[in-house]
């Protein structure tokens, strides 16, 4: 298999501040790193695709100003909660893709439970 | 638009054999995925169906067949510990993931 970690994997914090959380690959590359959001009993909702050394592609309706992602190597990426609000709350997921046998399958990160107040 | 179905939730007992049905209609096929989700915790693959048929993989086994858009994951010899969210998710045609709502599976003794 392939493993990603990220870090925090629980952060509680006051509103208006900013949160980063990172993804790291840690035993491969990965050019493209996705970043999810997952509410209580919901699917994943794909927030944005991360790209190794260009800009991240953002999903509609997802504010890049808010969200702010750098993938500076291709090893990690970065997702930061700009001024997060109570709103922003939510499980935060990312993954990276790695060819297996013809096909790239996702290996997810352990989450990160954000929690603002 | 770009849409999987799958129930909401479902129950069973130790020890049973339970069907989880997936059915889709997405913008291309490349593939189609199983993940099991615990509570608070990340997705972890199950299988993977890209061409028609059964795949088993121990206790657990995927069936596709992609000119009806429908997959079902096959769980057998329940166990407490396979109470999760199993979800359905679909490579489209550019290769981008769609995910289902989940389905939680509820075991009992």
């Known amino acids: 298999g392939a493993v990603v970690s990220q870090h925090p994997s629980r952060v509680i914090c006051k509103s208006g501040t900013s949160v980063k959380i990172e993804c790291r690959s840690l035993d491969f590359q990965a050019t493209t790193m996705f970043w999810y959001r997952q509410f209580p009993k919901k699917s994943l909702m794909l927030m944005a695709t991360s790209n190794e050394g260009s800009k991240a592609t953002y999903e509609q309706g997802v504010e890049k100003d808010k969200f702010l992602i750098n993938h500076a190597s291709l090893t990690l990426s970065t997702l930061t909660v700009t001024s997060a609000h109570p709103e922003d709350s939510s499980f935060y997921i990312c993954?990276?893709?790695?060819?297996?046998?013809?096909?790239?399958?996702?290996?997810f990160g352990p989450g990160t439970r954000l929690t603002v107040l | 638009g770009q849409n999987i179905d799958q129930p909401t939730e479902m129950t069973a007992t130790e020890g049973a054999i339970v069907q989880i049905n997936c059915t889709y209609q997405t913008s291309g096929f490349n593939g189609l995925f199983w993940y099991q989700q615990h509570a608070g915790e990340a997705p972890t693959f199950l299988s993977y169906?890209?061409l028609d048929g059964l795949e088993e993989k121990g206790r657990f086994s995927s069936f596709l067949s992609r000119s009806k858009g429908y997959s079902y994951l096959l769980l057998k010899e329940l166990q407490m510990k396979d109470s999760a969210s199993y979800l359905c998710?679909?490579?489209?045609?550019?290769?981008?993931?769609?995910w289902g709502a989940g389905t939680k599976l509820i075991i009992k003794p």
């Open positions: 998710a679909v490579l489209d045609s550019n290769y981008q993931l769609i």
């Open positions: 169906n890209v």
């Open positions: 993954s990276a893709p790695k060819g297996l046998a013809g096909y790239n399958e996702q290996f």
